[in-house]
């Protein structure tokens, strides 16, 4: 027989409190068509996006990691010295070791919290969120702070016509604490990494360092074959995270997909057969694809703006590189 105690965590997880940050310069569309040939309403009628924000140099992955930490941890009325892990999902931030994780926690005064980075793409936010989890039920942090954080403006090729215009720069944050009740639903996560060609860096840093290729990395993506992927084995993946948290469409409140491209989100929703009556996040007009940190941001603004409340049921769902899933349901803060 095992001599080991049993963990004495909550017996369930909720979010607490979301904030974000969003850099202070717009980027329309017009700055984009300096660099490529097109047009505005081709790329409105292909993905939805006007804007998008970039960060100047000293909007760091770190420095907005900050700003969206300080408001969800006042979202959630906890001082920073309570938080017990920090989790940050990222792709861009360059320095290979140590985690920024461990800086942001420092910077915030968090104490000595774990602390550690994860890549898992546009995934990346569901994934830490299914993570933070974990930490607070099994008793090894009753506070956990989840982070989104994303510079894609330094991995985007500005003369490549299918990606120019996607992406953006942000950070979104949560925290995670216990319940009494379940306020996170199971998650439906995985991976198909047969299809790992569709989205993926241009060339290898070690090929970059050695002067193989003289051009930066950047992200570049089969356009049609992800959007087919989306839309139509994400919204099987959707499905299932309601059926595992046992609701229906016509029970959910909000809908947070991850903002990739807006006519992704209005297939998903179609095919989902979501009722009228269900909000749905559109961060992606004027915020662009942030990746990891798509979904904390868009769940920030549906709150900040009214057009969803605190205690509304939501489906989220991020899919990206790799290519990875997750989706749960969850209970807005």
């Not at 006042?74 to 892990?85: N, S, V």
């Not at 989790?87 to 550690?116: L, N």
């Not at 830490?128 to 510079?151: D, F, H, N, Q, W």
Request: aromatic share 6%; glycine share 10%.
């Amino acid at each position: 027989m095992s001599k080991i105690k049993p963990s004495k965590g909550a017996p369930y997880a909720r979010i607490m409190g979301v904030g974000g940050y969003r850099p202070t310069r717009v980027v329309p569309n017009e700055v984009i068509l300096e660099t490529i040939d097109s047009s505005d309403e081709w790329i409105r009628s292909r993905s939805g996006i006007t804007s998008r924000h970039w960060a100047s140099p000293e909007e760091t992955v770190a420095a907005m990691s900050i700003e969206a930490s300080g408001k969800a941890i006042a979202d959630a009325g906890l001082t920073p010295e309570q938080i017990g892990g920090v989790i940050v999902a990222t792709v861009s931030h360059f320095k290979q070791t140590p985690a920024i994780a461990t800086e942001i926690a420092d910077a915030i005064g968090a104490g000595k919290p774990a602390a550690f980075d994860i890549s898992a793409g546009c995934a990346g936010f569901g994934y830490a969120l299914t993570l933070a989890k974990g930490m607070v039920v099994e008793g090894s942090a009753e506070y956990v702070l989840v982070i989104g954080v994303e510079r894609l403006s330094d991995l985007t090729d500005l003369e490549d016509r299918a990606t120019a215009f996607l992406f953006g720069d942000g950070a979104g944050a949560v925290i995670v604490g216990p319940a009494k009740e379940p306020m996170i639903g199971p998650t439906i996560w995985g991976s198909e990494g047969d299809k790992s060609d569709t989205i993926k860096q241009t060339v290898s840093w070690e090929e970059y360092r050695h002067g193989t290729v003289e051009k930066f990395p950047a992200i570049t993506q089969e356009g049609q074959a992800v959007f087919r992927w989306a839309v139509f084995e994400m919204a099987k993946v959707a499905q299932q995270a309601l059926d595992a948290a046992g609701i229906t469409s016509a029970e959910l409140d909000v809908f947070i997909p991850h903002q990739a491209n807006m006519r992704i989100i209005d297939s998903m929703v179609k095919t989902l057969k979501l009722p009228d009556s269900v909000t749905v996040a559109r961060d992606v007009e004027t915020t662009g694809n942030t990746s990891a940190a798509s979904i904390p941001l868009a769940m920030e603004r549906l709150l900040a703006t009214g057009q969803a409340k605190s205690g509304d049921t939501a489906l989220v769902i991020g899919f990206g590189a790799g290519l990875v899933y997750a989706a749960t349901v969850v209970t807005l803060p």
